[in-house]
């Protein structure tokens, strides 16, 4: 044999060597998922999340990290994170570069929706606060400054003409020192946006006797055309010990954005994989159970990545 066609076989033979690697290599992608803190429903969901999408999209993996809703937002913008769970209410702000974003965050895109979520007002029985009207004066417990429940507290405070220095004084606290204050009086209101029940309004309801406020339909209004990724919401009588009635308000979704610089294809499978592993992910997060994928492709206000579009649109789900 010639010493060209020797070099020729041999280079020929490395290279199909080779081939199984190139190929793989061609097909492994990294991705970054922020969540939640640890402790939250978030972290142990994005766990379950990312194994089932690197068991079912091979070459695939996904680190997970702890983050917060708003920060998240900001995160994919900037590139740190191709997946993030947030509120659909401050998504919605991020699009548009409202409070507490400085800029219009571009880059966020809808995955799907995961599990809704309930702005819930707490007050003390003995207060006769029967509307959020009457909280003038009062003294409120809600969320820290720049988070979706505070930031929603101060809109529902805005579409009754209020607004925090109507209040005696506002507490930007935790949970638990929000329910601390209202048992000790210290407070008359707790504003909160949770999953239901509370486990924070079951601590203040085995205290305290209570009521939940509800908004009337032209209040909810008002506050989706301030925000489109406000949804009504009602809590179901009996969810709270001696609360026997309906409460109507609003709330959002807790779900997935995903950055637009991802393939079509990518976002497309993982789209078909996050509907089809719903009843796993409920064994991991209770707040899951009962969530249909037509809920994964309900429209927040947020656009649609085309991969994931095509998929809800291949299933009947938009």
């Known amino acids: 044999m010639k010493f060209g066609k020797k070099i020729g076989f ?4 490395i290279i199909c060597l080779m081939s199984p690697f190139l190929a793989f290599g061609q097909q492994k992608i990294d991705l970054k998922m922020m969540t939640g803190p640890m402790g939250g429903s978030w972290y142990p969901l994005g766990g379950a999340i990312a194994d089932a999408i690197q ?3 091979p070459g695939v993996t996904l680190a997970v990290m702890p983050g917060g809703g708003i920060g998240n937002v900001e995160a994919m913008e900037v590139g740190k994170c191709d997946i993030g769970f947030a509120n659909s209410c401050s998504a919605v702000d991020g699009l548009f570069g409202r409070s507490p974003f400085k800029n219009k965050m571009e880059n966020m895109r809808q995955l799907a929706n995961l599990y809704p979520q309930y702005f819930q007002m707490a007050v ?5 606060i029967k509307s959020v009207a009457d909280l003038k004066g009062r003294v409120l417990t809600c969320d820290r400054k720049g988070l979706t429940g505070e930031q929603l507290s101060e809109l529902v405070l805005q579409v009754y003409g209020l607004g925090y220095k109507d209040m005696a004084k506002v ?3 935790s949970y638990s020192d929000g329910v601390s204050l209202v048992k000790d009086g210290h407070a008359q209101a707790f504003f909160l946006i949770s999953t239901i029940p509370a486990s924070s309004i079951l601590d203040l309801v085995a205290d305290r006797k209570i009521r939940l406020l509800s908004l009337p339909d032209d209040k909810i209004k008002a506050l989706q055309k301030i925000n489109s990724g406000f949804l009504k919401r ?3 009588k009996g969810t709270y010990p001696g609360v026997d009635y309906d409460v109507v308000g609003v709330g959002a979704f807790t779900h997935l954005i995903i950055s637009a610089k991802l393939p079509e294809d990518l976002v497309y499978k993982i789209t078909k994989t996050l509907a089809t592993n719903l009843p796993r992910f409920a064994d991991v997060v209770k707040d899951m ?3 249909t994928q037509k809920d994964l492709a309900f429209d927040v ?8 579009l095509k998929y809800f649109k291949e299933i009947g789900a938009l």
Do not use: C, L, T
């Not at 041999?10 to 033979?13: K, L, S, T, W």
């Not at 003390?124 to 006769?128: L, Y």
């Not at 206000?301 to 994931?308: K, N, Q």
């Open 10 to 13: 041999v280079m020929g033979f």
């Open 171 to 173: 507490h930007h606290v």
């Open 289 to 291: 159970k009962g969530v």
């Open 55 to 57: 068991k079912e999209i």
């Open 301 to 308: 206000g947020v656009p649609y990545h085309p991969g994931a």
């Open 124 to 128: 003390r029985e003995d207060s006769g």
């Open 234 to 236: 009602v809590i179901p």
